[in-house]
């Protein structure tokens, strides 16, 4: 029994450091996989579009990488996301999706990404709106 629960965590071992690799952000472009994130995307598509201009629950994301936070025209943000100042990019948006609510204390915005793989996904899926 124990040594099956040594193989099984090492198992786990092997499978964690290899994700570790993978998710490594290796350049500026993209580490995640934008068709993987599409799939991510469905979490967030009942609250924001990808049109420009459409807003829904939340601001269109369309072009958000690259955008400064709080910005799009015609949502009513909260204040502390239009007080928060912040470039969207991929480290940015990283640490906004893992805990929304730590990152800016106020926002409207409660979903979170947990999964590091899923975010860098979601983000390459971000950086091909337009
Ligand atoms: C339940 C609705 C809801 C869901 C689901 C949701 N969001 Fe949001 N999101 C919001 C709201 C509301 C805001 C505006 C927050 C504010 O003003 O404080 C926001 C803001 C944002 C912003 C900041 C945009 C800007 O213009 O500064 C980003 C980026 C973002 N969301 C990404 C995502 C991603 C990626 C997902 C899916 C993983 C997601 N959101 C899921 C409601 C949601």
């Not at 009513?76 to 204390?105: G, V």
Request: charged share 15%; glycine share 6%.
């Amino acid at each position: 029994m124990r040594n099956r629960t040594d193989a099984v965590l090492a198992a786990f071992a092997t499978i964690a450091a290899s994700a570790a690799v993978v998710a490594a952000p290796s350049s500026a472009s993209a580490a995640g996989s934008a068709a993987a994130g599409q799939q991510v995307f469905a979490r967030c598509a009942a609250c924001h579009s990808t049109k420009p201009g459409e807003n829904k629950i939340g601001p269109s994301l369309a072009g958000v990488v690259g955008r400064k936070s709080g910005t799009e025209a015609g949502y009513n943000y909260s204040p502390a996301l239009k007080a928060a100042n912040i470039s969207w990019d991929e480290h940015s948006l990283d640490q906004f999706l893992a805990n929304p609510a730590a990152d800016i204390h106020g926002t409207k915005m409660f979903i979170s990404v947990p999964n590091a793989t899923d975010r860098q996904n979601v983000i390459a899926y971000l950086e091909t709106l337009k």
